[in-house]
C-alpha cells in the first residue's frame, strides 16, 4: 500500500507548476486515488481559473468517488471568491476521505473546510508533509501571518564589494558586473514574483523595464518610490508592458496601467504596508543602496541574492553588507551566487 506521503509529494510537485502564475492565490496540487490507483489530478493554473480540487475531481464517476480519497496540499476552500468553494464540491461529491498538509491561514478559511468536511461525514486526516507544503507556499503563508509580503533582496556586486562603478553626471545606463547566464537568472526569479521594485536613483541612472524579457513568465508588477513624484514619463518603467505602481507623498490617481500610492513616509515598514493593502504577497527588491540598506536596517527583508561577478571595480558604490554568513553559496557559471534567509 503506496502511503500517504507518497502521494502529497504528488500534490506538492504538481501544486509547483502554477508558481508565479496564480498568486496572490497559493500553489495547490490535488489528486483523486481510488484503491491504489491515482484516478485524477489537477493544479491550480491560473489566477481566477478553477481550483486544483476541480480539475482533480473533473470527469470522474460519483459511484467511484464515493469510494475515493482526495489528496490536496491545502485546506480547500469554504468561501466564494473568484470560483465557488471547493469545500462544497468535495461535500457534494461525498468523497470517502480527505487528506491535507496544512490548514489555509487566509482569514476567509482557516480551518472552515476542514469543519465543513467533518460536519459532512466526511473523514479528514491533516498534517502530511505540513512542512513541506508551508515551504513551498511560504510567500502566501508569511503574507497571512505577518500581514505584509515576503521580501526577496537582490543586487549583484563586484570582487571588491562594488554595485556600481563611479560615475559622472552623464554616464547612464546599467554596468554589466554578472554573467549573461546569471542575467537571465534574475529575470526568472522575476517571473517567480508578484512584484519588483526600485527606487527613483536606480530608474534616473539605469532605465530598466524591470520586465522578463529573457524568459517566458508573466512579467511581475513594477515598483517605484519617488516620494515627490521628480521623474519625467520617458523611462521604460512608464510604459505599458506591466501594470505599475508609484508610490509617492503628493497623491493618489490611477492612470492607465498607473497607480499613484500616497504615503505618509517612505520608509520600509510604509512601503510594506502599502504593497500589502494591495494584495502583493512578494517583491524582490532591486534598487540601488539607499532602498537597499532600507530594508536591511528595518531587518524587513526574508531573503537576499547576492551574486558576485568575476571583475574588480576598485572604486565605486559600495554593495549592501549583510553581518552574517551565507546559508548557501553556489557557482553560476562565472559568478558566485550567496544566499541569505532571514527567519
Known amino acids: 500500500m503506496i502511503s500517504d506521503e507518497v502521494y502529497m509529494k504528488r500534490c506538492l510537485d504538481l501544486a509547483s507548476r502554477g508558481k508565479g502564475l496564480v498568486a496572490p492565490n497559493p500553489m495547490v496540487g490535488a489528486l483523486v486515488v481510488c484503491e491504489d490507483q491515482i484516478i485524477g489530478e489537477g493544479y491550480h493554473q491560473q489566477f481566477g481559473g478553477p481550483h486544483a480540487e476541480v480539475h482533480a475531481?473533473?470527469?470522474l464517476d460519483d459511484d467511484v468517488l464515493k469510494r475515493s480519497t482526495l489528496y490536496v496540499n491545502l485546506e480547500p476552500c469554504a468561501h466564494h471568491g473568484k470560483t465557488p468553494p471547493c469545500a462544497d464540491l468535495i461535500v457534494q461529491k461525498q468523497l470517502k476521505r480527505v487528506v491535507i498538509a496544512c490548514q489555509d491561514s487566509y482569514s476567509e478559511v482557516a480551518g472552515k473546510g476542514i469543519e465543513k468536511l467533518i460536519r459532512h461525514g466526511i473523514k479528514v486526516h491533516g498534517g502530511v508533509l505540513e512542512q513541506e507544503s508551508r515551504e513551498l507556499n511560504k510567500r502566501f503563508f508569511h503574507f497571512h501571518e505577518q500581514k505584509r509580503p515576503y521580501v526577496i533582496l537582490k543586487w549583484a556586486?563586484?570582487?571588491?564589494?562594488?554595485?556600481?562603478?563611479?560615475?559622472?553626471?552623464?554616464?547612464?545606463?546599467?554596468?554589466?558586473?554578472?554573467?549573461?547566464?546569471?542575467?537571465?537568472?534574475?529575470?526568472?526569479?522575476?517571473?517567480?514574483?508578484?512584484?519588483?521594485?526600485?527606487?527613483?536613483?536606480?530608474?534616473?541612472?539605469?532605465?530598466p523595464s524591470l520586465t522578463v524579457r529573457r524568459v517566458h513568465g508573466k512579467n511581475p508588477i513594477r515598483v517605484l518610490l519617488d516620494s515627490k513624484l521628480s521623474v519625467a514619463g520617458h523611462y521604460q518603467l512608464f510604459n505599458d508592458e506591466a501594470p505599475t505602481l508609484i508610490l509617492n507623498q503628493l497623491k493618489d490617481?490611477?492612470?492607465?496601467?498607473?497607480?499613484?500610492?500616497?504615503?505618509?513616509?517612505?520608509?520600509?515598514?510604509?512601503?510594506?504596508?502599502?504593497?500589502?493593502?494591495?494584495?502583493?504577497?512578494?517583491?524582490?527588491?532591486?534598487?540601488?543602496q539607499q532602498v537597499l540598506n532600507s530594508f536591511i536596517s528595518e531587518n524587513l527583508w526574508n531573503e537576499a541574492r547576492v551574486i558576485t561577478g568575476p571583475v574588480k571595480l576598485k572604486q565605486g558604490l559600495p554593495a549592501p553588507v549583510l553581518q552574517r554568513i551565507p546559508d548557501h553559496s553556489e557557482k553560476h557559471f562565472n559568478d558566485r551566487i550567496h544566499r541569505f534567509f532571514n527567519t
Not at 554616464?171 to 512584484?195: D, F, N, T, Y
Not at 493593502?277 to 532591486?286: F, G, L, M, Y
Open 253 to 288: 490617481e490611477i492612470s492607465g496601467n498607473m497607480k499613484y500610492m500616497k504615503l505618509p513616509a517612505m520608509s520600509a515598514e510604509k512601503v510594506l504596508e502599502a504593497l500589502y493593502q494591495e494584495n502583493i504577497q512578494s517583491v524582490i527588491i532591486e534598487g540601488g
Open 157 to 207: 556586486q563586484s570582487l571588491d564589494g562594488f554595485m556600481d562603478a563611479e560615475r559622472n553626471d552623464t554616464e547612464k545606463g546599467p554596468i554589466w558586473i554578472s554573467s549573461p547566464e546569471s542575467q537571465v537568472l534574475s529575470h526568472h526569479w522575476r517571473s517567480e514574483e508578484q512584484a519588483i521594485l526600485i527606487g527613483r536613483n536606480t530608474l534616473e541612472t539605469d532605465d
Open 57 to 59: 475531481l473533473q470527469g
